[in-house]
């Protein structure tokens, strides 16, 4: 099976600030990398799919990048909306066997 | 809109089953498959495995199999995820999340469903 591993856990940063998530798969998944964002309480929620591309309605200061390994989720320039757990997932897997990254709890400082 | 409603929570005692609807509206139910992942309290997002409603397909994570069955009724546009030999373990919110056939990610997601297993 193929392994995502999220760094950092846990990250704190101030408003305005720019904030870097990193996802690393245990062998290469090409782009086929997306990420999601949990609110407390709530169902997650796509932001970015295939490393890069930003899905309708979510905010620009969102962004993805990355193939291969190794990804990274950014926010440009933080929100106080934007407290939340980050989430990476694989859809490479044939069969279809996806994993998630274990997650990054984002916090405001 | 597009949406996912799931069925209420459960209370289950350890070894019965449960089984947990997703009825979808706002598109034509055959043409994605349905997901289902799970997340324990405090704990993060676990893939279960998938349905192609359209033919009945399933795929189930190595961890599931044997434990999970993925069913559908195509006329009232439901899919169903049953769970056996409950443990405590299993007590976790469990989500169904649409994807187009294929390696796509989760575009829609249901409102979750709180399965709490005790004796």
């Known amino acids: 099976d193929i392994q995502m591993t999220q760094s950092p856990s846990s990250l704190s940063a101030s408003v305005g600030d720019r904030v870097t998530i990193t996802c690393r798969a245990s062998?290469?998944?090409?782009?086929?990398l997306n990420w999601y964002q949990q609110k407390p309480g709530k169902a997650p929620k796509l932001l970015i799919y295939?490393?890069?591309s930003l899905q309708s309605g979510v905010p620009s200061r969102f962004s993805g990048s990355g193939s291969g390994t190794d990804f990274t989720l950014t926010i440009s320039s933080l929100q106080p909306e934007d407290v939340a757990t980050y989430y990476c997932?694989?859809?490479?897997?044939?069969?279809?066997?996806?994993?998630f990254g274990q997650g990054t709890k984002l916090e405001i400082k | 809109q597009v949406q996912l409603v799931q069925s209420g929570a459960e209370v289950k005692k350890p070894g019965a089953s449960v089984k947990v609807s997703c009825k979808a509206s706002?598109?034509?139910?055959?043409?994605?498959?349905i997901n289902w992942v799970r997340q324990a309290t405090g704990q993060g997002l676990e893939w279960m495995g998938w349905?192609?409603?359209?033919?009945?397909?399933?795929g189930y994570a190595q961890k599931f199999q044997g434990r999970v069955t993925m069913t559908r009724n195509i006329s009232i546009s439901t899919a169903y995820m049953e769970l056996s030999s409950l443990r405590s373990e299993d007590t976790a919110v469990y989500y169904c999340?649409?994807?187009?056939?294929?390696?796509?990610?989760?575009?829609?997601w249901g409102q979750g469903t709180l399965v709490t297993v005790s004796s």
């Open positions: 062998q290469s998944i090409s782009w086929y």
């Open positions: 706002g598109y034509t139910f055959t043409s994605y498959d």
């Open positions: 999340a649409r994807g187009a056939p294929g390696t796509t990610p989760f575009d829609c």
């Open positions: 349905m192609n409603p359209n033919s009945g397909n399933t």
């Open positions: 295939a490393a890069s």
């Open positions: 997932q694989q859809t490479y897997s044939t069969p279809y066997m996806y994993t």
